[in-house]
């Protein structure tokens, strides 16, 4: 007797390539393993978790993400909510830049933004500890920026406790 067990995917996100065209990306549909289980149309909205990319190859049936990518991701999905009130919209990974996790935060639906208006990018290096980076991140926030987080364009947590941050243009 041979059993078959079908164990169905738990859907992590919609992932895009948009190295080629960016007005007709390449998507799909990935697990929380980071595998790519099935071609996607690319989402808007922020009711689902999109990831942007120039380097996956996006075709069916691919790991697309590594585990220790996916995990930090699995991890700052459930973290950073809870540490800065914010929520993760997007995440963008570059080959230009293969130690940098890229993130878009907000604080409700992009449609009907709060405060941060189209969102708050965050720049973290994918080697470092994501729960010591998320502290130094909810302290700029609370003790630097304050308020004035739709003002912030983006901030850069790559150098440990150096943090910098980039104010939008008026």
Partial sequence: TITIAFIPRTFFGVICNDALSSDNPSCGYI???????????????????????????????VTVIDQATIRQMIFLNK??????????SAYELKSHAPDELRFTATDGFEDHPKIIGDGLRVIMKKSGDPSVTLRVLATVLTEEIKARQKEVDYIDLRFGNKVFYKLKQR
């Fill in 31 to 61: 697990d929380e393993t980071g595998f790519l289980y099935e071609s996607a149309p690319w989402a808007s909205g922020s009711l689902i978790m999109k990831i942007r990319t120039d380097f996956s190859d996006v075709k069916a049936g």
């Fill in 79 to 88: 973290e950073v909510p809870r540490m800065t009130g914010l929520r993760i």
